[in-house]
């Protein structure tokens, strides 16, 4: 479910200077693909980063990529910018209006079209939900890893376009990993093929991985060829106290060296954290008898059903808590329990909520780098902004933390989120400084695509900006999301 907001009022005014354009698509689309009325419309409105969305021409619905290709020739031919959505679970404002836009939603294109077992692989369209693409390639005996808190809402094609990455990364990598072949629809109209489910093609520059990750600023992703893998019958959970996150990544390297790629998952929590989503979870209980200062949840899986994995689990656990790595840990010993573990895992964003306003850095370190941070981040935070309350968790496995900062109780929303603005600027000068990224799995969309300007050498916005001159001239696509709006840009 999208979280409450208010559409902003209609304006007659955009609606008239773009009425031709209207009457072509509104016979293109039919009434059922086409919403104008802000009444309907609303729905289409807002992610849920909780920016404000501004007013959009109106919201296309198309069933076909030739249908996609028409709406967006339209809009080319009329200079009317389009903003590609998918499932609208983004947390960066990247498929939201930001005035005058029409929204092109793809979820009606929904189609599992083709399952490849010899091949290994599965063509689906753009607005399938992550969960129905898992849920057919299981049924057909595969495995599909990308693995979101949001997988019953979210869309492929926005997972492609913002390179998801998932609690699986450590072992399977982020989306882009899972992909073979793309079909994206340019800013001209045209529709380039590059669907192609080849694992070797070396024929020239790997086009399809520009539009993943570019967050529909070159082009419209409208189908996938994408990677299947083994199932994996044998697997064991794992929650673990630690003394620090250098204990966490000391651990996973002690594990590495035991059972190699088995850990899929490897994920750092912090003591606040748990606290937090344990105060707005009824039926949640602390795994462990005692408290402890930061916590670590694993899954090891294997495609050997026969492989006793909770054994080894217990057994290399028992050799971590001999050489001091682990204070604590216990092992799932059910599917319940299994479901309990990552309950508290996933319940984290729906506890942030219910404490009031609260500032997200998605972010990613070396994991040599992340104890620094930490330690850094979190002085520089005390210091400055007295009573904010630091919630630390992410897929540490892989360097991505999500690092987030609660308003003090009894301070005021608007006025947290003014002096956040300050915090976070020198937030992301540390990730910088300590050669990491601001932005791990969540993309730049409209919350971050100034401060891109100010983190990148100019050499690499350089090569961004002529990408998007060459494939986009007009700047119609997603414009003001990952690159700034040119009226924005830093000379």
């Keep these: 479910m999208l979280p409450p907001h208010t559409m902003p009022f209609h304006n007659p005014a955009?609606?008239?200077r773009n009425e031709t354009m209207m009457?072509?698509?509104?016979?293109?689309?039919?009434?059922?693909?086409?919403?104008?009325?802000?009444?309907?419309?609303?729905?289409?409105a807002a992610d849920w980063s909780g920016v404000s969305p501004g007013l959009p021409l109106a919201v296309a619905r198309p069933a076909s990529t030739a249908e996609v290709s028409a709406v967006v020739r339209l809009c080319?031919?009329?200079?009317?910018?389009?903003v590609p959505q998918g499932g609208m679970t983004g947390m960066a404002?990247?498929?939201m209006s930001l005035g005058g836009e029409l929204l092109l939603n793809l979820s009606r294109m929904n189609r599992v079209v083709d399952v490849d077992l010899l091949n290994q692989t599965m063509t689906v369209e753009a607005g399938c939900v992550l969960q129905q693409v898992k849920d057919a390639a299981a049924a057909a005996g595969a495995y599909f890893p990308l693995a979101l808190g949001a997988q019953g809402s979210c869309q492929i094609g926005g997972n492609l376009s913002t390179n998801a990455g998932g609690v699986n990364v450590?072992?399977?990598?982020?989306?882009?990993?899972?992909v073979l072949g793309l079909e994206v629809v340019l800013a001209d109209g045209e529709v380039l093929n590059l669907m192609r489910g080849l694992r070797k093609d070396n024929t020239g520059y790997d086009l399809k991985q520009m539009f993943i990750g570019a967050e529909g600023t070159l082009g419209v992703i409208t189908r996938a060829v994408l990677q299947l893998y083994p199932m994996t019958p044998a697997s064991s959970t794992a929650w673990i106290a630690v003394d620090s996150p250098s204990a966490a990544v000391e651990l996973l390297r002690?594990?590495?060296?035991r059972v190699g790629e088995r850990i899929s998952s490897?994920?750092?929590?912090?003591?606040?954290?748990?606290?937090?989503?344990?105060?707005?979870?009824?039926?949640?209980?602390?795994?462990?008898?005692?408290?402890?200062?930061?916590?670590?949840?694993?899954?090891?899986?294997?495609?050997?059903?026969?492989?006793?994995?909770?054994?080894?689990?217990?057994?290399?656990?028992?050799?971590?808590?001999?050489?001091?790595?682990?204070?604590?840990?216990?092992i799932a010993e059910s599917l319940a329990q299994v479901g309990q573990f990552w309950s508290l895992r996933e319940r984290v964003t729906e506890a942030q909520r219910a404490e009031g306003a609260i500032v997200k850095h998605d972010i990613a370190l070396p994991l040599s780098k992340v104890a620094r941070f930490l330690d850094d981040a979190g002085a520089f935070i005390a210091a400055t902004l007295a009573g904010a309350r630091v919630i630390v968790f992410g897929h540490v496995g892989d360097g991505n933390l999500h690092y987030n900062v609660l308003q003090p109780r009894?301070?005021?929303?608007?006025?947290?989120?003014?002096?956040?603005?300050?915090?976070?600027?020198?937030?992301?000068?540390?990730?910088?400084?300590?050669?990491?990224?601001?932005?791990?799995?969540?993309?730049?969309?409209?919350?971050?695509?100034?401060?891109?300007f100010a983190l990148k050498s100019r050499t690499e916005l350089r090569v961004m900006q002529a990408l998007k001159r060459a494939l986009d001239p007009q700047d119609l696509m997603n414009r003001g999301k990952l690159l700034p709006h040119p009226t924005e840009r830093n000379p």
Excluded: C
């Design 14 to 16: 955009l609606f008239a």
């Design 93 to 95: 404002g990247g498929a």
């Design 254 to 257: 002690h594990l590495r060296a």
């Design 266 to 330: 490897f994920e750092l929590i912090s003591r606040p954290m748990l606290e937090l989503v344990l105060a707005h979870h009824q039926q949640g209980r602390d795994p462990l008898t005692e408290p402890h200062p930061w916590y670590v949840l694993t899954e090891w899986s294997d495609s050997m059903a026969s492989l006793d994995l909770r054994a080894q689990m217990e057994h290399v656990l028992g050799e971590a808590l001999e050489a001091g790595l682990v204070r604590d840990a216990t």
């Design 170 to 178: 450590l072992r399977y990598g982020n989306a882009r990993s899972a």
């Design 410 to 452: 009894g301070a005021a929303a608007k006025d947290f989120e003014l002096a956040m603005k300050a915090v976070s600027r020198r937030v992301y000068e540390m990730v910088s400084e300590l050669g990491g990224s601001i932005s791990a799995e969540h993309g730049l969309g409209q919350l971050k695509a100034q401060q891109v």
């Design 76 to 82: 080319a031919e009329h200079g009317v910018p389009v």
């Design 23 to 44: 009457r072509s698509l509104r016979d293109l689309l039919g009434s059922y693909g086409l919403i104008d009325q802000p009444d309907q419309m609303s729905g289409y």
